[in-house]
């Protein structure tokens, strides 16, 4: 759970906001193209960048800065209020599919000419859109882009800090960076699980919103391919919402499960944040995460209904909470909209009450955690392994008073001299000597399953 005290600072610092600062105009921009830029509205700029990437933004009178890096804000004299922001761990539902990728327009270089891409390079994510809306430091890349995209973008939230609603502080953080259609708005809401609307939408006419800098691009299609005979200039426009705009409040927020933006064929975007003090995003929801003590083994399972760039899981185990061991590790689905179930088994548990946990890595990275849960294994329960066997086997036991082996057909095989180590609580068997199948292992008069080999 993230700590929320300094975002309660920040709301004491600028308690003379009011909400009706809910949707809120970004009227200047720090960003890093060559080593450190400042670019605003009431003068708009023309950039030729390779890469850039959000510092800080300006609402009102406040600059807040991204968490990008500070130490280059406060080396320039920039006075700030520290933020952190990160890009939204975006889905994307049928794309437009005349939609662009844009990147900056000296990225791999450029030599003027009929073609607006050359020299051609690749892109850099190829056709995995949603590599263009998360790169760069805390994902705000403002040097990459998709034009045109139309469709809609799905992210997960996964819980809210109250105490951010209807403070005046920015939440989301939405761009806008190419031509548009005034006839036509962008949609942004917040849904419940099933899809009903939390709240209320609110409809955008980017239009409205001030240009705070206009970069130069070259354009690719989702193939690759150049997408534009000429390398363009487009405008650069930020939106930052509370989130009281987009109707929650104390009493439904509990109830947002997604943050949904509908866009329109005319929609270009590099990004949409969100204030990690604010919310906490996952990049994977949670439907189920159990652990369950089967036949002295634990099975752990789950379900997951959206995966956002997930190359794979990790399932560990802890014997007090604190201290925890890998048990096992399963790729991931990448990116999908669906249901996807999974398991493993612990086939060594621990005796008496243990606890697992999920770690989820994206393709940066990036770790989230999951809840822990308990599960609880009787102190008597063995432990047999390896299983399969070849060899030789180990079991530990609190008791080995009635102890047998017997073949699948019921025949006991087992003889004292097949003993090779023996201690209080464990016997290590000798397996040589048996054909490979499967055999009964009886302990205390409960069987468990040995497979030879």
């Known amino acids: 759970m993230k700590s929320h005290t300094g975002k309660s600072l920040i709301a004491l610092f600028i308690c003379c906001l009011s909400m009706a600062n809910a949707q809120m105009n970004v009227t200047r921009i720090i960003t890093d193209h060559n080593n450190f830029s400042i670019c605003n509205s009431t003068s708009v ?35 700030f209020v520290p933020t952190i922001f990160n890009a939204l761990p975006a889905s994307v539902g049928s794309p437009n599919p005349n939609a662009v990728i844009g990147v900056g327009k000296m990225f791999g270089g450029f030599v003027n000419g009929s073609n607006g891409c050359n020299p051609v390079v690749p892109v850099p994510f190829g056709s995995n859109l949603t590599s263009y809306l998360t790169d760069g430091p805390n994902g705000l890349d403002l040097s990459t882009a998709i ?89 650069l426009r930020l939106l930052a919402l509370d989130f009281s705009s987009l109707g929650i409040t104390a009493s439904n927020y509990l109830q947002v499960k997604r943050f949904v933006h509908q866009l329109t064929p005319n929609t270009d975007m590099a990004f949409v944040a969100y204030n990690t003090i604010s919310a906490t995003i996952l990049p994977i929801t949670l439907v189920d995460f159990k652990a369950e003590v089967f ?24 014997k007090d909470g604190q201290n925890w061991e890998d048990v096992s590790e399963i790729d991931g689905h990448g990116t999908v909209n669906q249901e996807a179930n999974y398991s493993i088994i612990d086939t060594r548990p621990l005796a008496g009450v243990s606890y697992y946990r999920l770690i989820q890595t994206d393709f940066d990275g990036t770790k989230t955690f999951s809840n822990i849960v308990a599960v609880e294994r009787e102190i008597n329960a063995i432990e047999i392994f390896p299983n399969p066997a ?44 048996l054909p490979n199948g499967f055999y009964l292992l009886y302990v205390e008069g409960k069987a468990h399953s040995l497979i030879v080999e």
């Open 45 to 79: 700029q023309e950039q030729l960048v390779v890469k850039q990437n959000l510092l800080a933004f300006q609402t009102g009178n406040m600059v807040w800065s991204t968490g990008v890096d500070n130490v280059k804000l406060t080396n320039n004299l920039i006075s």
């Open 147 to 235: 034009f045109n995209i139309g469709g809609s973008v799905l992210y997960t939230v996964s819980t809210f800090d109250p105490s951010s609603i209807g403070d005046g502080i920015p939440d989301i953080l939405v761009t806008q960076t190419g031509d548009l259609n005034s006839t036509v708005w962008d949609q942004f809401r917040f849904t419940d699980g099933s899809g009903n609307t939390i709240g209320n939408a609110v409809s955008v006419n980017f239009t409205t919103v001030p240009v705070v800098a206009r970069p130069h691009w070259k354009f690719y299609t989702l193939q690759g391919a150049c997408g534009g005979s000429t390398a363009g200039t487009r405008d």
């Open 295 to 318: 036949n002295d083994q634990v099975e752990i399972s789950w379900i997951s209904a959206v995966e956002i760039n997930n190359d794979y899981f990790t399932v560990q185990r802890s």
């Open 390 to 433: 070849s060899n030789s086997v180990t079991v530990l036991a609190e008791s080995f008073e009635d102890f047998q082996l017997v073949n699948a057909i019921g025949q006991s095989v087992f003889d004292q001299t097949m003993i090779i180590n023996e201690g209080k609580n464990v016997r290590q068997i000798d397996l040589s000597s």
